[in-house]
């Protein structure tokens, strides 16, 4: 399904955490448990998304990030829709990280971006709620 299609039907929703994450490469894969949000590998290099504080292995980190989730179910065959949002933030000079699970995006920024980003998601109709 194409995101103009989608668009049509749904709300578009999403929520900024209220939590400060970092986005960290590290030794080793860490334990599980709330304060993790994230957990990835290439088969070269893990990278882990906590909160702020979570004790990691890091070798190399970016920090603070603020996570913005799109809050609706997604169809897996859903098409175009994080090339949406990242244009309508790239095109006002904002860097992100996406990150999909099976049914639902988010997107990690520097903290300093937070305010303007959820700003242009309501300007284009996103519905846009603090966690």
């Known amino acids: 399904m194409k ?3 989608f668009n049509r039907e749904a709300d578009l929703r999403a929520t900024v955490r209220e939590k400060e994450y970092t986005l960290a490469k590290v030794r080793s894969v860490p334990e599980m448990g709330p304060g993790i949000f994230a957990v990835m590998t290439d088969g070269h290099e893990i990278s882990v998304v906590a909160e702020v504080g979570h004790e990691l292995d ?62 242009v998601l309501r300007d284009a109709n996103v519905k846009v709620e603090q966690k």
Not at 73 to 99: Q, R
């Open 58 to 119: 890091v070798l190399e980190e970016e920090k603070p990030l603020r996570i913005i989730s799109f809050e609706m179910a997604m169809p897996f065959d859903l098409i175009g829709f994080l090339g949406y949002i990242t244009k309508l933030l790239a095109d006002h000079n904002i860097s992100l990280f996406a990150i999909s699970t099976f049914s639902t995006d988010h997107i990690l920024m520097k903290e300093t971006f937070l305010e303007r980003a959820v700003q």
């Open 3 to 5: 995101f103009e299609e």
